[in-house]
């Protein structure tokens, strides 16, 4: 039996009775033998495939560092369990551990391919880099006792790892086995300590023999330990606690840094006491008393240099009383001392270095510092000693991400031109050498199409970015701040108090690629319009508009909620609002009653504007204050080259701009612009029922903070954002500005605005957040000269239909199912002056002749697609019957609906509140696609994601990154080739030559059998109980749908064939250690029957 959805029913209801209407109408619609012409749709299912492409951005929370010196490869791994591989620009990599515990180091195995990872969870992890998405070969769990610290000497495979008890166990890096020899801390340290000596904070073997290994414990022991013969050669002790410790390379002096901020450099031979005691940052007293005791020395490392001194490279250690001054890195070269500043805390750092063998002059050439929120790269070898520029694209979080757009097929032409004027942004004063972290090799591009992202940031900034073949580079930055006045001191903030913070912060970008046109909406109530120019410009005066929106309650508030407003009288002059544009904002502060009125949230400058060559100003619109109430921030936007035109709207209602004339054109409370005809009514909401309309349903705030319009709060904090309940008020005034109408769409189209049209005409499509769906004819002058002489004549003409839940989306297809794109004009540079005959083609041309629909015949009918939070409707015009309808989502709702090509068709493509990606064919709407890939965690996501054409989409997965994905099956089976190798077969350098006397009399590097010490066939098994062995997913790589795991069948084949060579050289080590452990096994056999040969049973 059929189950009956109650729920169904009761949201049939409360879309009035347009539900019944709609089967009425579908069933006119398709009488037998007159059904609406069928097209056909090329999509199919299998033309669909979710998986993760890149991450881009600085990984987010990092909390380890590695480099391998000759594969020049960079990891960064993070607080989350995140592993970030960093070769050369354009080559990087993203791996996750699957538990998500905390990456607290790394370690190479250098040349060889492999990275070990050791994580909070007291875990370690062998990655295979040899193949181009990396994957855990081996993992081993401890189960007794904590990992602190691992050191894998160069060219071994023997892994050290120091625990929180004081122990060190050794790890077979080749099987993730443990050896059975420890070094247990009471044997360490016998009688030199009578307490615990605490965690193991550093183990590394001493540069010239290996058979000597140097242990570090916490409470400041260290201790020198003879391998072979199992017991302490030297104990040194220090009254300090131990943050680090580093080998000068002939292996005969050490030093410490300390919790004092103090270094400690030691003789080998020497225990008593160091040779020499520094406190770098510490003041030096007079009468010869210690230094006062600075902040600890987190590490230090000791590099040498043939022709001179050494380097002494250090972090942390400032004295106590720097409050404020930022971290520093410190940097000891002889008998200069350099402090550098860095803008962020320093979570690790290392020396690059000529060579990888410790036992050689170092020549140590730049330091890596990773910090919390960026990556320095210093060069030692200039004066100086100033930074290499950064040519990974990191800067995404420069200041706080609040909206990001996505556009896939761009104009060509587009790229090199945003590229031109970016260039001159650049900062001077880099190092003049290249990038040395340039490993890996680059993937093969399929991609022939150009891709740009745009993201709109906290501080008012705009960044474009080359996103094109799976990378990521910034084009061009416009700061759209640069219009405003700054509040000069703190308390000369009067009219920025609509925010608590960032004022200038981007909520809404729209673009016109093929125009270049731009427009944004802050934070403030306020949009700019900008034009693009390859010249610079200085604006005398701003242009400046100011905008009233009212929202006339008391129509809501009336108590039959019958009370229709009258219509609006008819909208015929150019400039319904007498709002002339201003140079500068209006005095008028307060209205008669002391409240304020008629001020916009911030101040546009009054003086000359230097534009540079870019994006520069065309017109500044602000909304302003109402009787003492801040202006409600714009929930919708949308900007038209070909008409001239701009319009927003919010939660009071709908403003129109003609930016060429520079004149307000419609200004309309939601009521108004509903009108008599509107046959919904609008009456407060339950409070059950209340949220804040806003874009796309997003703006809901979680139980306890502030109703939104009472006070605005920024797009960055992100208050209390994991809850994504919705709000539940009981304020009678915030159900009453709760239950507003806001305008949540808009879509400038050339279509037919009423039933009875025989012809498109221009239009403004209008979708509201109760999914109320209205058309705003638009009469315009021709153009040339008479655009900007005669009025736009804007005539709204009344409701076509209402969707379940706010509108998100709008777009039109022609009779044969192709998008058509809201009319443009090409880009053209403004800053000339044109010639003559330029100007007589300007005359004749009509602004509108880029749009496809203006050649259509009249016959031909249109389809408006139309995507809500919970429905997609396709509505055949002029008719306006509903041609086809989907329920997108009964329990959820729909945060980014986006309608896209793909594949030389079109597609709805939808991202709903609780994780699932859908996608449908248009205009008949079949679902193609329905995967669960992530669900809301946070607002970030929701603000952030979109889909663009290609099969392509992407959001912001930390404050710091962005995740790239595609749905497109085409797209998962060519990634394996657009992604670049970390690995690439590179010789090792020669061995430091020992010299002749160093040969003769010794003192050269002393090698040791480490097989022979750590083996099985001398140190016996370890306990079974101590650690776990997990065998990793290891070799194949799967392009995986992250929920998903789907993965084509193609694709596997493909990559097992990639394998197939790699398992069967897997299987030659494997027999050949086989083989080597039973001749191993067969020789112990051999010794334990000579041993017992000659004695009686007795004895045994």
């Not at 761009?410 to 001159?424: F, Q």
Request: hydrophobic share 35%; with cysteine.
């Amino acid at each position: 039996m059929r189950k009956f959805n109650i729920r169904k029913v009761l949201d049939g209801l409360t879309a009035g009775s347009s539900s019944a209407s709609q089967q009425q109408q579908l069933q006119q619609q398709h009488p037998p033998g007159n059904r609406e012409p069928e097209i056909q749709e090329t999509l199919q299912s299998e033309h669909f495939q979710l998986c993760k492409t890149v991450r881009h951005g600085f990984p987010y929370q990092p909390s380890a560092l590695a480099f391998d010196p000759v594969q020049k490869i960079l990891a960064v791994g993070t607080q989350t369990g995140a592993l970030r591989l960093f070769g050369r620009p354009g080559v990087e990599c993203y791996c996750q551990h699957d538990s998500g515990a905390a990456v607290i180091q790394l370690q190479f195995l250098i040349n060889e391919g492999a990275l070990v990872s050791a994580l909070a969870d007291d875990t370690l992890h062998l990655w295979n880099l040899r193949q181009k998405r990396p994957a855990i070969l081996h993992s081993l769990k401890f189960c007794r006792e904590r990992v602190t610290f691992c050191h894998l000497p160069f060219q071994s495979k023997w892994l050290y790892v120091g625990t929180e008890r004081g122990n060190i166990h050794i790890v077979n890096v080749e099987s993730f086995t443990l050896s059975g020899y420890v070094i247990m801390w009471n044997k360490a340290i016998e009688l030199s300590s009578k307490s615990h000596p605490g965690p193991v904070v550093h183990i590394s073997d001493n540069p010239m023999d290996e058979g000597k290994l140097l242990i570090g414990f916490e409470s400041g022991t260290v201790v020198l330990w003879d391998l072979k013969s199992k017991k302490a050669d030297y104990r040194y002790t220090y009254d300090e606690a131990i943050h680090s410790v580093a080998w000068h390379h002939e292996g005969k002096q050490f030093i410490c840094s300390h919790s004092d901020g103090t270094l400690t450099i030691w003789n080998v031979r020497s225990p008593a006491k160091p040779v020499q005691t520094i406190t770098p940052h510490g003041k030096q007293l007079k009468d010869g008393k210690k230094p006062e005791p600075c902040k600890p020395i987190l590490k230090v490392e000791f590099k040498t240099t043939r022709p001179g001194e050494p380097f002494i490279i250090l972090s942390g250690g400032l004295s106590y009383d720097t409050v404020g001054r930022r971290p520093c890195l410190t940097v000891m070269h002889g008998k200069s001392t350099a402090v550098l500043e860095m803008d962020y805390s320093i979570v690790d750092f290392l020396t690059l270095c000529e060579t990888p063998y410790p036992n050689d002059f170092q020549e140590p050439y730049a330091v890596v510092v990773l910090l919390e929120k960026d990556l320095v790269l210093i060069d030692l070898a200039q004066n100086g000693y100033p930074i290499f520029e950064n040519p990974y694209p990191l800067s995404i979080h420069e200041s706080p991400v609040t909206c990001c757009e996505y556009f896939a097929d761009c104009p060509v032409d587009l790229i090199p031109a945003l590229y031109s004027v970016g260039a001159r942004q650049k900062r001077q004063g880099y190092s003049k050498k290249e990038w040395p972290i340039n490993g890996g090799s680059w993937g093969l591009g399929a991609q022939s199409y150009s891709e740009i992202i745009i993201t709109g940031h906290a501080d008012g900034s705009v960044k474009f970015w080359d996103a094109s073949a799976i990378n990521l580079q910034v084009l061009y930055k416009l700061k759209t701040s640069k219009v405003f006045e700054k509040s000069r001191n703190k308390d000369d903030k009067p009219n920025t108090d609509i925010v608590d913070e960032d004022p200038y912060a981007i909520q809404i970008i729209s673009w016109c690629p093929e125009s270049r046109m731009l427009c944004i909406a802050g934070v403030s109530a306020h949009v700019i319009i900008y034009r693009f120019s390859k010249q610079e410009v200085i604006t005398e005066v701003i242009p400046m508009l100011e905008v009233r929106l009212l929202y006339e309650i008391s129509d809501v508030e009336s108590p039959e909620g019958e009370q229709a407003p009258p219509l609006p009288t008819p909208v015929g002059s150019a400039n319904p609002q007498p709002v002339p544009p201003q140079s500068h904002p209006s005095t008028s502060s307060s209205s008669s009653d002391g409240l304020r009125d008629n001020v916009p949230c911030l101040k546009v400058k009054n003086s000359p504007l230097k534009q540079s060559p870019g994006y520069q100003t065309e017109l500044v619109i602000q909304l302003v204050w109402v009787s003492g109430e801040p202006p409600q921030q714009i929930t919708s936007l949308a900007v038209n080259s070909s008409y001239g035109l701009v319009v927003f709207g919010n939660c009071s209602g709908i403003a129109m701009v003609d930016y060429l004339q520079k004149a307000v054109l419609l200004n309309l409370g939601t009521i108004e612009l509903c009108g008599s005809s509107d046959p919904y009514r609008r009456e407060p909401r339950s409070p059950r029922k209340s949220r804040q309309p806003s874009g796309a349903g997003l703006c809901d705030i979680s139980e306890g903070t502030v109703a939104p319009e009472d006070r605005c709060k920024s797009p960055t904090s992100d208050i209390k954002d994991n809850s994504f309940s919705r709000s539940r008020s009981s304020s009678v005034t915030s159900v009453d500005k709760e239950s507003r109408e806001a305008i949540s769409a808009l879509h400038f189209c050339e279509t037919f605005t009423r039933k009875a049209d025989s012809a498109p005409s221009p239009c403004l499509w209008v979708g509201t957040t109760l999914g109320t769906v209205l058309v705003i004819a638009l009469n315009l002058p021709p153009g040339g000269e008479q655009r900007l002489l005669q009025p736009v004549i804007v005539s709204p003409s009344g409701t076509i239909l209402r969707l379940k839940g706010a509108v998100l989306r709008m777009a039109f297809l022609d009779s044969t199912g192709c998008l058509m794109p809201p009319a443009y004009e090409s880009w053209k540079e403004h800053n000339v002056p044109e010639e003559k005959d330029e100007k007589e083609k300007l005359k004749k041309r009509r602004p509108v002749s880029v749009s496809p629909s203006s050649s259509q015949e009249i016959s031909e009918n249109q389809y408006a697609v139309i995507c809500s939070e919970k429905q997609a409707k396709v509505i055949s015009l002029p008719t306006q019957n509903c041609a086809y309808k989907q329920n997108i989502t009964e329990t959820s709702f729909v945060l980014r609906g986006d309608i896209v090509s793909l594949s030389n068709s079109i597609c709805l493509a939808c991202f709903c509140a609780n994780g699932h990606i859908m996608t449908f064919s248009l205009p008949s709407l079949r679902p193609l696609l329905d995967v669960y890939y992530l669900p809301l965690t946070n607002m970030r996501i929701a603000r952030t994601f979109c889909f663009t054409n290609n099969g392509q989409a992407l959001y912001l997965v930390s404050p710091t990154e962005i995740q790239r994905l595609t749905y497109s099956q085409e797209t998962c089976e060519n990634l394996q080739e657009m992604l670049g190798e970390l690995f690439t077969p590179v010789e090792t350098p020669e061995a430091p030559n020992r010299g002749f006397f160093k040969g003769l009399f010794g003192g050269g590097a002393q090698s040791l059998d480490r097989e022979e010490l750590f083996g099985e066939s001398s140190s016996g098994k370890a306990s079974r109980s101590l650690a776990q062995h997990i065998p990793g997913p290891g070799g194949i790589e799967g392009v995986k749908g992250a929920a998903s795991g789907v993965v084509g069948e193609l694709a596997r084949a493909r990559l097992a064939l990639d394998e197939r060579g790699q398992k069967l050289s897997d299987l030659e080590e494997r027999t050949a250690a086989m083989l080597s452990s039973a001749d191993s096994f067969s020789k112990h056999a051999h010794e334990m029957m000579l041993k017992y040969k000659d004695k009686k049973w007795y004895q045994f």
